[in-house]
């Protein structure tokens, strides 16, 4: 014997993401979306900081600043002679702001917003021009 269903809301109204039942039917409805476990090692940022000219060298003493979006913590890093930077054993699953700033370039763009899930080996900048 089969029992009444009904439903009485649609997706993206007040019910959404409620439970409807009646009989032997139930509804779940509802947007969700799927968060990133975090790994329960940290990961690690890094990449260089280069001019935009034809040698492309690297650019040193350049002060970078790593922000989780979510507790605001700041983490800081300057490149070394090679222009090389690294942020160590970051928590994953969570968003980040990477900004970079020095005396004698600018950057375009100078930030870069991140969703860290792994390594992350490409976050580099290219710098122009000398004040």
Known sequence: MWGTFSLDDTIGQSLAGDNSAGGNFSVRGGFW?????PTAAGANVSERITVDDASGKGTR??????????????????????????????????????????RRFTFVPNTR???????????????????
């Open 61 to 102: 003493n350049v002060q970078l600043t790593l922000t989780n979006a979510a507790t605001r913590e700041i983490l800081y890093a300057r490149s070394g002679l090679f222009g090389s930077y690294r942020f160590e054993d970051v928590p994953t699953g969570q968003s980040y702001t990477l900004t970079v700033s020095a």
């Open 33 to 37: 979306t799927a968060q990133p476990a």
């Open 113 to 131: 917003f991140i969703m860290l899930l792994e390594e992350l080996t490409d976050a580099d900048f290219v710098g122009t021009g000398q004040f």
